[in-house]
């Protein structure tokens, strides 16, 4: 038997499919088909089933189905958890490049309607700068250097609100390396599953693509971490064990991050046994 | 092929990317679609009003639209939502675009709606594209065509793009498909390789 969108065939006797666009679509879904000895549809079948009147109609209607049903999936997969935190962090890392562009600009254009103004010997943070100039009046310099300080409200606001999700939707993850460190691996994984489906080993490179194929296709050393390094238990241990450190613990991110994909919850044992691991890695030899 | 003043150009609903328009022809871009390119590079293969094409890695569906300009029905695969969500909107303006969302590589989970073609065009950054256009192949004619769009980066980026391509040469050759020609598509796409066939035996 041969099955189809349209009906199933079998032995040149057609056995048609007559629900309407909907229920074809959901037809189409669970449809199997074994791909030896199969023979694609063919519209004059469909006519012969009755489905068709002729083949611009069993286009149009196969386009209807089709239509459908990619709709559908593209629901589906954009009601997955994971796909908004993707995009905020995302957002969250692209509001970081700009506000540091931004504000680079401002300082170096204040700089230069204040000849004698020098940042030398001062320990002023560029944060602190800005304040001062969208104090000033300035005309569109100020406006300026208060728009970045309104974006960096948003920006913590946004970073707050990262940090939740990805505790909710990451949590074993979260809790090993913090909500918004979690959320970027997922970012640079592609989303939970991809990010559940990964060896502890890329998990550690994850973010240190650049450095990666340079190792691979010369001589330079291997990276020992990648986005990881953001985490104080990874750059705040010292340089001769920092490598181990990345390592256990990314091979722990990866159990985890299967945790958080296919329980979902918080496992509080492989916690307690993940953490003592990755701290015992990262005392002093 | 039609071409104005020596750019090609396809007719049909325009405005679908923001593409120009000459005398009321939508102008096809080498340097944003890398069949247009391989028309540039002087390969001759005419997409004709009969023709049913199978088209894998459809994307945003801007290649898409000029293929059915030219022909009677393209089935149109592909797996990311994004890209799909702009596919289906010139696909419901194109009476004649099947949009398929389905993984190319599994042909099993499309095949009850896609029916045999005249030419697959195959243009997946993956590595393993000679075995995907092999699971393709029995919605191919016989004697129809394949065009795979080989970005070799995709399939090992230590290697020589050169030797990538013979490599896949070879696979498809002894899955017999015949080689008619390859290009690359420089100085449009880089490291970019064409390679257009014939399918010589039925498919199934």
Same mark, same amino acid.
């Given at each position: 038997?041969?099955?189809?969108?349209?009906?199933?065939?079998?032995?040149?006797?057609?056995?048609?499919?007559?629900?309407?666009?909907?229920?074809?679509?959901?037809?189409?879904?669970?449809?199997? @088909?074994?791909?030896?000895?199969?023979?694609?549809?063919?519209?004059?079948?469909?006519?012969?089933?009755?489905?068709? $009147?002729?083949?611009?109609?069993?286009?149009?209607?196969?386009?209807?189905?089709?239509?459908?049903?990619?709709?559908?999936?593209?629901?589906?997969?954009?009601?997955?958890?994971?796909?908004?935190?993707?995009?905020?962090?995302?957002?969250?890392?692209?509001?970081?490049?700009?506000? =540091?562009?931004?504000?680079?600009?401002?300082?170096?254009?204040?700089?230069?309607? $204040?000849?004698?103004?020098?940042?030398?010997?001062?320990?002023?943070?560029?944060?602190? %700068?800005?304040?001062?100039?969208?104090?000033?009046?300035?005309?569109?310099?100020?406006?300026?250097?208060?728009?970045?300080?309104?974006?960096?409200?948003?920006?913590?606001?946004?970073? $707050?609100?990262?940090?939740?999700?990805?505790?909710?939707?990451?949590? =074993?993850?979260?809790?090993?390396?913090?909500?918004?460190?979690?959320?970027?691996?997922?970012?640079?994984?592609?989303?939970?599953?991809?990010?559940?489906?990964?060896?502890?080993?890329?998990?550690?490179?994850?973010?240190?693509?650049?450095? %990666?194929?340079?190792?691979?296709?010369?001589?330079?050393?291997?990276?020992?971490?990648?986005?990881?390094?953001?985490?104080?238990?990874?750059? =705040?241990?010292?340089?001769?064990?920092?490598?181990?450190?990345?390592? @256990?613990?990314?091979?722990? %991110?990866?159990?985890?991050?299967?945790?958080?994909?296919?329980?979902?919850?918080?496992?509080?044992?492989?916690?307690?046994?993940?953490?003592?691991?990755?701290?015992?890695?990262?005392?002093?030899? | 092929?039609?071409?104005?003043?020596?750019?090609?150009?396809?007719?049909?609903?325009?405005?679908?990317?923001?593409?120009?328009?000459?005398?009321?022809?939508?102008?096809?871009?080498?340097?944003?679609?890398?069949?247009?390119?391989?028309?540039?590079?002087?390969?001759?293969?005419?997409?004709?009003?009969?023709?049913?094409?199978?088209?894998?890695?459809?994307?945003?569906?801007?290649?898409?639209?000029?293929?059915?300009?030219?022909?009677?029905?393209?089935?149109?695969?592909?797996?990311?939502?994004?890209?799909?969500?702009?596919?289906?909107?010139?696909?419901?303006?194109?009476?004649?675009?099947?949009?398929?969302?389905?993984?190319?590589?599994?042909?099993?989970?499309?095949?009850? %709606?896609?029916?045999?073609?005249?030419?697959?065009?195959?243009?997946?950054?993956?590595?393993?594209?000679?075995?995907?256009?092999?699971?393709?192949?029995?919605?191919?004619?016989?004697?129809?065509?394949?065009?795979?769009?080989?970005?070799?980066?995709?399939?090992?980026?230590?290697?020589?793009?050169?030797?990538?391509?013979?490599?896949?040469?070879?696979?498809?050759?002894?899955?017999?498909?015949?080689?008619?020609?390859?290009?690359?598509?420089?100085?449009?796409?880089?490291?970019?390789?064409?390679?257009?066939?014939?399918?010589?035996?039925?498919?199934?």
């Amino acid at each position: 038997m041969q099955s189809y969108w349209f009906g199933d065939i079998s032995e040149g006797v057609c056995m048609p499919f007559l629900g309407d666009v909907s229920a074809t679509a959901d037809r189409v879904r669970v449809l199997r @088909v074994n791909l030896t000895d199969f023979m694609p549809p063919d519209w004059q079948s469909a006519v012969g089933c009755g489905v068709s $009147r002729d083949r611009q109609d069993y286009i149009s209607r196969l386009r209807e189905v089709c239509i459908l049903l990619a709709e559908r999936r593209i629901w589906e997969e954009y009601q997955a958890r994971d796909v908004s935190l993707y995009q905020m962090v995302r957002t969250l890392d692209e509001m970081d490049t700009v506000i =540091n562009l931004l504000t680079g600009r401002v300082i170096d254009w204040y700089q230069v309607t $204040r000849p004698s103004f020098s940042r030398k010997y001062r320990r002023t943070p560029p944060r602190n %700068l800005v304040r001062t100039i969208s104090g000033k009046r300035e005309g569109s310099l100020s406006k300026i250097a208060s728009d970045i300080e309104r974006l960096s409200e948003t920006r913590t606001l946004l970073a $707050r609100e990262v940090s939740d999700t990805a505790e909710n939707i990451l949590p =074993n993850c979260s809790a090993l390396i913090g909500g918004l460190v979690a959320a970027r691996l997922l970012y640079q994984a592609g989303g939970l599953s991809a990010l559940a489906r990964l060896p502890g080993s890329a998990i550690q490179v994850l973010g240190a693509r650049t450095a %990666l194929f340079s190792h691979l296709r010369g001589k330079t050393p291997p990276p020992k971490h990648g986005i990881i390094f953001q985490h104080r238990r990874v750059h =705040n241990a010292p340089p001769e064990v920092r490598g181990k450190v990345a390592r @256990v613990l990314s091979a722990k %991110l990866a159990i985890a991050a299967r945790l958080d994909r296919y329980r979902g919850v918080k496992v509080p044992e492989f916690l307690a046994e993940a953490q003592a691991r990755i701290d015992a890695a990262g005392a002093r030899p | 092929m039609i071409w104005v003043d020596g750019v090609l150009v396809s007719i049909g609903e325009g405005g679908v990317y923001g593409e120009r328009i000459i005398r009321g022809a939508r102008v096809w871009d080498p340097y944003r679609s890398k069949l247009s390119a391989l028309y540039y590079k002087g390969t001759i293969l005419d997409l004709t009003p009969d023709m049913r094409v199978l088209y894998l890695g459809a994307a945003h569906g801007t290649t898409v639209s000029h293929v059915a300009d030219y022909t009677e029905v393209v089935y149109a695969v592909e797996l990311a939502p994004r890209p799909m969500q702009e596919l289906l909107e010139v696909a419901r303006r194109r009476r004649n675009i099947v949009p398929v969302m389905a993984d190319a590589a599994h042909p099993e989970s499309y095949a009850p %709606l896609v029916e045999m073609v005249d030419l697959i065009y195959q243009d997946i950054a993956q590595p393993d594209q000679v075995g995907i256009a092999i699971r393709n192949r029995i919605f191919l004619k016989s004697g129809g065509m394949l065009v795979l769009m080989l970005k070799t980066r995709s399939v090992d980026v230590r290697r020589e793009p050169e030797d990538v391509l013979s490599d896949t040469e070879a696979g498809l050759t002894d899955a017999g498909i015949r080689i008619i020609t390859h290009e690359w598509l420089e100085p449009y796409h880089h490291d970019h390789a064409a390679i257009v066939c014939r399918n010589e035996i039925s498919g199934t």
